[in-house]
């Protein structure tokens, strides 16, 4: 890796997206094993993300709350499914205020548990219900094999937990989540994911059905970008969550929780970059616009004034714009690949002659459908015109995107084709549903299934693997995952 | 405490506040001692503040981000003072992942620690600063006597920490985060806080000068509301936070630490609440309007629906409006106190007559200057007329506050009159600065030194306990705090 590039994607995927995220200045290594610092450049895409979703919740008439993270031991317990899901990989307090404690306490890894706790005692009758609650927080899985935002020790979140009087309210709601995370992913992150059902052997520990959305990175491995679960009556059960209904009989509640977390900047960066580095769409751009002034001494100050002028007219125009004049000691070349690798949509260079004509010289970080290379911009123009060009921007990297991801899918019918397609893309193919033929298929190919799509036509056919009957109505989505 | 109301404030101010705050639906206990869950309609308060609070942060050039709250422990033993002053109150991680771990964690009490370790790795040259942080996070101290808001084992704050040149701009920023408090506190809560500096007994584990916002509770206490820290280079010593001056020379930088949290909501509480219950001021209230529908049966239908009229239309006039409709089994009387209690500033009460008549019965949570019983609004001019009512009534609570203060604050001279006016109040008096004197001065009276206003005029005598000349060239404010 070079001072001032990083390791191509096209040669070293991996080593591309580790040397990235520091390079960039949106994380660095925690001091503890597999923790993050997530950098102002990183955290302002987090915000991004929060402000759009938390609206998103707020509309549909859920509150936020907040629950305390440490959990007694004994409530995690009270779950089966749950506690055996999760034991691997929490992290205990034993030890607090100079003193060991009685009882452990877990550091939440979700919080169905102490959520159900407070759902049994506020909820009394069916006009209690729906309960609609959400959280922002930080929540503590121990990870055995971290990667900067996709798997760490520690990461953000928001969990929403519902409670409702029957199957039918609960399903719904499980079904909002999941939109609501797709119309995130789609109109925000430029993600074009795919919605479905995650099959058995990848439920939620303790869910009845597990839903989730799937990006396709430009490695061709999948990323499960955000999950809503319907819980039935699991945690109703072990929580005691009952109300009186209509006519005064005590009933369980259908409960539901769904979570999208700061793993969405990994699959920003992982769905747009490239050999430069990051592509950061628009609506998710710290910076949307960055301008540079050129020009040294008696020049550097008028381009300089110049571009000062200018940014403050695009902030007023609601642009978010950076204006690169703090750092005279490096050449415009430099500042050039530096916001290109932390991926900038769109550059507007000033120099001297610019200056003279009235205009600006603009790049975007890809030639799209619109423009191809650099073109000038007038400077009067300027805010009226680069609200569309972001638009443009943002749209276009949705449609190549979609045209990636539909490229590297297909559908296969023989396990010669299927093993090939999984190497580098996904495959739809008919699975019998057994778990234990899953784990034959991951030890040969490390694909899984990501989900049953929810769009996929009713078809059925022999198992791709054991040609037993498929399962689903429907063709599996199958790839390999980070 | 009958199931409707609270303990009167008047009777025990202490026991009002425990009941109140459940009651009100602000916050309820956690499973593990001294922890909070704090439940929508208090959530939404912080929400308020952190929504303004953030704006003033970013509009004066930090960033937000965020850094793991899990500390190695050799961290917080760097900095001497800074360890001695937290070590009783750390919750300590021993397990993960299912290992004991070779190296307890510490979870994070306060961040200086591991933020001065990346400061030191983010920091080259003079160019590079002030370095302007931000993150709004939750903390653990684990606490002997908790308090729902007060003092709670975990709570919510922001913590701000930024990196300078010199001791100038050092204390330019410990200031500007000092008038940001105050502003929030006066602008926002309507609490009329005193702005000064914490005497060496009270100072911050680690700082060289820390600086204050008290406000004064309705019982005559204070409360420590939001604290700003100049850290000099003990921090920069500690982490080795280093920078090239413009001469090439390696120099340290000076550091500063500021925090506000979840306990401000318990301030709001303090500051305005009665007999009834809660009285919110408009700009941190979750409902700043409640509308009331009466009538039953088929007149509940007309009302009911009125009143869903008028909320939408004050919801796009930008008021947060509540329409009581969804619990017909209550009579009006219940919801009219159950709304006091929970201290919504306006009441709109919509019955049959007043719907003919075209008007709706305005009740304000306390009697004002510009209003003092009931008194009838036209519906049609209510989304024009009430932004205006909601801003004198959050005025009125300010001026209501500061008299509450004035009222409760004096000069003395005298021993006997200290004792005589701290038991409910606060005294200004001289002091020879000696910890051993505060202490002293502590187990007679339970009063402390609150700070040394910014304001006060430069004044000097004896020290109103022991006598020997005062320290500071001005009084100081005593009193009992929280």
């Known amino acids: 890796m070079s001072r001032e590039g990083v390791t191509p994607q096209s040669e070293d995927f991996s ?120 959280q922002w927080a930080n929540v503590v899985r121990w990870e055995m094999r971290p990667r900067m935002f996709l798997r760490t020790t520690e990461f953000l979140w928001q969990e929403g937990h519902t409670a409702h009087v029957d ?31 995650k099959t058995p052997g990848e439920r939620f520990a303790g869910a009845v059905r597990t839903y989730t959305i799937e990006g396709m990175m430009r490695d061709g491995r999948a990323l499960q970008s955000g999950t809503s679960h319907y819980l039935g009556t699991n945690f109703a059960k072990a929580f005691e969550i009952q109300y009186q209904d209509e006519e005064g009989r005590l009933t369980l509640a259908h409960t539901t929780s769904w979570g999208m977390s700061t793993r969405m900047i990994g699959g920003v960066i992982m769905t747009h970059g490239d050999d430069k580095g990051l592509v950061l769409p628009p609506r998710l751009a710290p910076y949307q616009v960055v301008i540079v002034p050129i020009g040294r001494d008696e020049l550097a100050e008028r381009t300089g004034a110049a571009a000062r002028e200018l940014g403050a007219e695009l902030k007023r125009a609601g642009i978010r714009v950076h204006v690169d004049d703090k750092r005279p000691q490096l050449r415009p070349g430099f500042k050039f690949n530096d916001w290109e690798m932390r991926g900038v949509p769109i550059r ?62 297909r559908t296969v019918d023989s396990w010669e084709a299927f093993a090939e397609q999984v190497s580098g893309g996904w495959a739809l193919a008919f699975h019998c549903g057994r778990t234990e033929c899953e784990d034959e298929i991951k030890a040969d190919t490390a694909a899984t299934p990501r989900c049953v799509p929810l769009e996929a036509p009713e078809e059925s056919g022999g198992c791709i693997r054991c040609d037993r009957p498929s399962a689903y109505g429907k063709r599996v989505l199958f790839g390999r995952a980070y």
């Open 15 to 134: 080593a591309w997206y580790n040397e990235l995220v520091v390079r960039a200045q949106l994380v660095d290594r925690g001091p503890v094993r597999g923790t993050m610092v997530i950098r102002p450049y990183g955290y302002r895409i987090w915000e991004l993300i929060q402000a759009d979703l938390d609206g998103r919740i707020k509309e549909a008439g859920h509150e936020n709350a907040c629950f305390p993270m440490f959990i007694p031991e004994s409530y995690l317990k009270r779950e089966a499914e749950h506690v055996e899901g999760f034991a691997p990989e929490l992290a205990v307090v034993t030890v607090a205020g100079g003193k060991e404690l009685e009882e452990p306490l877990i550091v939440r890894p979700t919080s169905e548990t102490v959520i159900g706790e407070y759902m049994a005692k506020w909820i009394e009758s069916h006009r209690d219900l729906p309960l609609l609650l959400n």
């Open 167 to 197: 199957e039918d309210d609960a399903m719904r709601e499980t079904m909002w989540a999941l939109d609501a995370y797709a119309g995130v992913a789609r109109e925000l992150a430029a993600i074009p994911v795919v919605e479905g059902e």
């Open 348 to 409: 507007l260079e000033l120099g001297p002659r610019d200056l003279e004509a009235g205009v600006a010289t603009l790049a975007r970080r890809l030639p799209t459908v619109e423009g191809q290379g650099k073109e000038t911009i007038r400077l009067d123009q300027a805010a009226a015109r680069l609200p569309g060009i972001l638009e443009e921007f943002q749209e276009f990297l949705l449609r190549r995107a979609e045209a990636f991801r539909d490229e590297h899918t």
